[in-house]
């Protein structure tokens, strides 16, 4: 069989899971269905597991500091395996074709004993293909998770992917990880020497992060299960859990870069400036290919790989710190170039591994002032200075996980490397100013220095606009078109400054949010709740604004009947997460409650349930049907049913009050507080034909200027039995697409 190259499953360390907080009720109209399309084809003694992984915190990860770089290895050969299911203990797990056809990526890590060094050793498993029908696998989670933080040495392992429905994990000795070494055992002998106890999956507990009132941290961590640097199956745990694993691509080399597949770039054809992240999810499945999902998508590598990266400065959330490092190449360790995190939790003080990650990187953070503990960094931004005075920012909706790269829909924004000179064009002007503003309200030394670096750049390419929020009391009374100020205060002044405020209520508008987070009312009073979009941002998008708005729906459904709109809150529901590549597990970033108290309920009825929209649909729109979201979208039309857009706002906005700020009481509405970081770019419709394009970054013509999606427009309303999805819900028999459980909420 002819050689080719294979995708290479990038992996520092895989975790436990656990299952702690109680169930609550679900309501009574949710129809329990087996999200699996023939459940006879599930054995009840695989690998796949019942519930779901805790919520964890990313930085008591541990990885090998000493062999960052990943080589990419091809090989194809036929096997043939069968295994008998009495002796199944004895050997390697035996999959299902079905099974294996989804559960295509295992990862496995080495636990030694606390005495070894804490050095590391790198190994690989190669992926192999075979024609035959018959499997033998081991499989488990993902390694996203929580550690327990002894030190350890840590093996990395390679994915195992037959195309033909057939896969199986092949083993590979510590001394074969140089790309150099090209000795590969058959898989007969790595069948031979596959061994298996009883599976004993090992928990840990784990820390979670809150991003806002009432909701859990966007984040997940995933259990992590580790193996030998031989990769003696002896030594692999597991608790017949089922659990898809991340697949990262990773170059053959240390200066070539692999590109996802991207449509023949046409000059004169303008491209989208929103992004979409390149996602291996669909690996698990086999049902798609990348030139059906990933075409002009940007890889983790394209941000941070390049060999040529001299600074990188990374405002986030949430870091999975030792994974996140060993996507720069190994120059930038080799030079000791700078790397600056800016979160609001220390990630390296107190890491376990700390003097090993300085000892090899020029690493430093910056931990962001909060006002209160509902407040988050939540910003998402990168800047990367490159030689010959460049630099490229990036804003994005990612956090530095696993989970977020290989697991979720995610987009990105980026400058494009911008040179020295003066600025004059009207936007990047604009744009340069608000983000020094905003890197100033850290009142940090160190961000003070990026500043003044910053000011000495041109930045005329640059046609968006930035809307930030930082903590802060700020006027809503009067904003100036240059006046600095955040939040929803921001998002109206950058309407307004580009005439891009709804004049016209005889049509009828369509105003969007697409999130991932939609956290506690803002206010309430006798029953009545005033929630952030119905109530603060769908008001500010019209010439004529409307500052106060009760609590309740009297004056929200009289809003909207005047001007001629309603809202639409594109919010993914129960069955789609279940349904999802990552079924249950990708919920754990995503958060509403609107169960367990009065106010939830209250809201849930009525602010959020009249403009519910699917996420998905059931064709292959855009390519990330099957993605659970983590980007957050908001847009509106032109009164002509999404067929062109007014502006279209992407970032890290979610709705709550700590994201976009809330009117203060005391002040009757004259001034409003702001919590959290947050970052997100407008793109303006003024003078623009902006549409809205899906699966690809352009249009069908050069005169419409387009803008990619990863929902279809428009978005579909709920059903009468859709609800949307809740982690703290128990849904009872209801099984995601790996035949796992969800019985409420993620332990800590």
């Known amino acids: 069989m002819t050689r080719r190259s294979k995708r290479i499953a990038r992996?520092?360390?895989?975790?436990?899971?656990?299952?702690?907080?109680?169930?609550?009720?679900?309501?009574?109209?949710?129809?329990?269905?087996?999200?699996d399309a023939d459940p006879k084809e599930l054995k009840s003694d695989t690998l796949l597991p019942e519930t779901i992984p805790d919520i964890g915190n990313d930085n008591d990860e541990k990885e090998n500091l000493d062999s960052l770089s990943m080589h990419e290895t091809s090989k194809s050969r036929k096997q043939k395996h069968k295994k008998k299911k009495s002796k199944q203990k004895q050997k390697n797990v035996e999959l299902s074709a079905k099974e294996a056809s989804i559960l295509s990526s295992v990862m496995k890590i080495a636990k030694k004993s606390p005495s070894t060094e804490t050095k590391a050793k790198e190994t690989l498993v190669q992926e192999e293909?075979?024609?035959?029908?018959?499997?033998?696998?081991?499989?488990?989670?993902?390694?996203?998770?929580?550690?327990?933080?002894?030190?350890?040495?840590?093996?990395?392992?390679?994915?195992?992917?037959?195309?033909?429905?057939?896969?199986?994990?092949?083993?590979?000795?510590?001394?074969e990880t140089h790309p150099s070494n090209k000795k590969h055992?058959?898989?007969?002998?790595?069948?031979?020497?596959?061994?298996?106890?009883?599976?004993?999956?090992?928990?840990?507990?784990?820390?979670?992060?809150?991003?806002?009132?009432?909701?859990?941290?966007?984040?997940?961590?995933?259990?992590?299960?580790?193996?030998?640097?031989?990769?003696?199956?002896?030594?692999?745990s597991f608790e017949s859990k089922k659990l898809p694993s991340v697949i990262e691509v990773e170059s053959s080399s240390e200066d070539e870069m692999v590109e996802p597949p991207t449509s023949q770039p046409v000059s004169s054809t303008p491209k989208s400036s929103i992004r979409l992240l390149y996602n291996s999810s669909y690996k698990l499945t086999d049902e798609l290919?990348?030139?059906?999902?990933?075409?002009?998508?940007?890889?983790?590598?394209?941000?941070?790989g390049a060999p040529d990266l001299l600074e990188t400065f990374q405002f986030n959330f949430n870091v999975d710190l030792e994974y996140f490092l060993t996507f720069l190449h190994p120059n930038f360790?080799?030079?000791?170039?700078?790397?600056?995190?800016?979160?609001?939790?220390?990630?390296?003080?107190?890491?376990?591994?700390?003097?090993?990650?300085?000892?090899?990187?020029?690493?430093?953070?910056?931990?962001?002032?909060?006002?209160?503990?509902?407040?988050?960094?939540?910003?998402?931004?990168?800047?990367?200075?490159?030689?010959?005075?460049?630099?490229?920012?990036?804003?994005?909706?990612?956090?530095?996980?696993?989970?977020?790269?290989?697991?979720?829909?995610?987009?990105?924004?980026?400058?494009?490397?911008?040179?020295?000179?003066?600025?004059?064009?009207?936007?990047?002007?604009?744009?340069?100013?608000?983000l020094e503003r905003y890197l100033l309200k850290y009142k940090?030394?160190?961000?003070?220095?990026?500043?003044?670096?910053?000011?000495?750049?041109?930045?005329?390419?640059?046609?968006?606009?930035?809307?930030?929020?930082?903590?802060?009391?700020?006027?809503?009374?009067?904003?100036?078109?240059?006046?600095?100020?955040?939040?929803y205060g921001k998002l109206r002044q950058v309407l307004q400054r580009n005439d891009l405020l709804i004049k016209d209520t005889e049509k009828h508008h369509n105003i969007l949010a697409q999130v991932t987070s939609i956290a506690y009312p803002y206010s309430s009073r006798k029953g009545d709740t005033a929630s952030i979009l119905s109530h603060l941002l769908c008001p500010l998008m019209f010439s004529h604004w409307k500052k106060h708005l009760e609590p309740g729906t009297q004056s929200t459904s009289k809003h909207q009947e005047e001007f001629k709109?309603?809202?639409?809150?594109?919010?993914?529901?129960?069955?789609?997460?279940?349904?999802?590549?990552?079924?249950?597990?990708?919920?754990?970033?995503?958060?509403?409650?609107?169960?367990?108290?009065?106010?939830?309920?209250?809201?849930?009825?009525?602010?959020?349930?009249?403009?519910?929209?699917?996420?998905?649909?059931?064709?292959?729109?855009?390519?990330?049907?099957?993605?659970?979201?983590?980007?957050?979208?908001?847009?509106?039309?032109?009164?002509?049913?999404?067929?062109?857009?007014?502006?279209?706002?992407?970032?890290?906005?979610?709705?709550s009050k700590q994201a976009w700020g809330y009117p203060e009481a005391k002040s009757k509405g004259q001034t409003f507080d702001v919590a959290s970081y947050e970052l997100s770019v407008l793109v303006p419709g003024s003078g623009k034909n902006l549409v809205p394009v899906f699966k690809k970054d352009v249009s069908s013509d050069t005169i419409t200027i387009p803008v990619r999606f990863p929902f279809k427009l428009p978005p579909t309303r709920y059903g009468e039995n859709d609800l949307p999805w809740s982690a703290g819900s128990d849904y009872g028999k209801l099984k995601d697409r790996w035949g796992n459980l969800h019985n409420g909420g993620y332990s800590v």
């Open 565 to 655: 709109y309603k809202p639409q809150l594109v919010f993914p529901t129960v069955k789609e997460v279940a349904s999802s590549n990552f079924g249950f597990l990708s919920g754990s970033a995503v958060h509403f409650k609107h169960s367990g108290s009065l106010i939830h309920q209250k809201q849930y009825e009525q602010n959020v349930k009249p403009y519910l929209c699917k996420w998905s649909t059931p064709e292959n729109v855009t390519g990330r049907e099957r993605v659970t979201p983590h980007v957050k979208y908001y847009a509106c039309d032109n009164g002509d049913g999404w067929n062109t857009l007014k502006w279209v706002l992407v970032g890290s906005h979610n709705l």
């Open 129 to 175: 293909s075979s024609p035959k029908p018959d499997v033998s696998g081991t499989e488990e989670g993902r390694d996203d998770a929580a550690h327990n933080g002894s030190d350890e040495e840590i093996s990395i392992i390679q994915v195992v992917e037959v195309p033909s429905e057939q896969k199986f994990l092949r083993k590979r000795a510590s001394k």
């Open 444 to 487: 940090m030394a160190t961000i003070e220095k990026v500043v003044q670096r910053l000011r000495d750049y041109n930045y005329n390419s640059v046609g968006v606009e930035l809307v930030a929020s930082a903590p802060g009391t700020y006027s809503i009374d009067h904003i100036d078109e240059n006046d600095e100020t955040y939040g």
């Open 11 to 35: 992996t520092d360390e895989v975790r436990n899971f656990r299952m702690n907080s109680e169930p609550i009720d679900l309501d009574s109209d949710l129809e329990v269905v087996d999200v």
């Open 289 to 304: 290919t990348d030139t059906d999902v990933n075409v002009d998508t940007v890889t983790v590598h394209d941000l941070v």
């Open 333 to 434: 360790a080799k030079n000791k170039r700078k790397i600056v995190f800016v979160t609001g939790t220390a990630y390296l003080a107190g890491h376990p591994l700390r003097e090993i990650i300085k000892a090899k990187y020029n690493i430093s953070e910056c931990i962001a002032p909060l006002p209160n503990r509902f407040a988050s960094h939540h910003s998402k931004m990168m800047i990367n200075f490159y030689p010959h005075d460049q630099v490229e920012i990036i804003i994005m909706t990612c956090n530095l996980t696993q989970l977020d790269f290989g697991g979720l829909t995610q987009s990105v924004w980026r400058s494009g490397k911008l040179k020295r000179g003066k600025t004059t064009a009207k936007l990047g002007s604009r744009f340069k100013q608000d």
């Open 185 to 236: 055992k058959s898989v007969e002998e790595e069948a031979t020497n596959d061994t298996s106890t009883e599976n004993a999956l090992s928990e840990e507990e784990a820390t979670s992060h809150t991003d806002t009132e009432n909701e859990l941290s966007e984040e997940e961590s995933y259990g992590n299960t580790k193996i030998s640097p031989q990769i003696d199956v002896n030594e692999l």
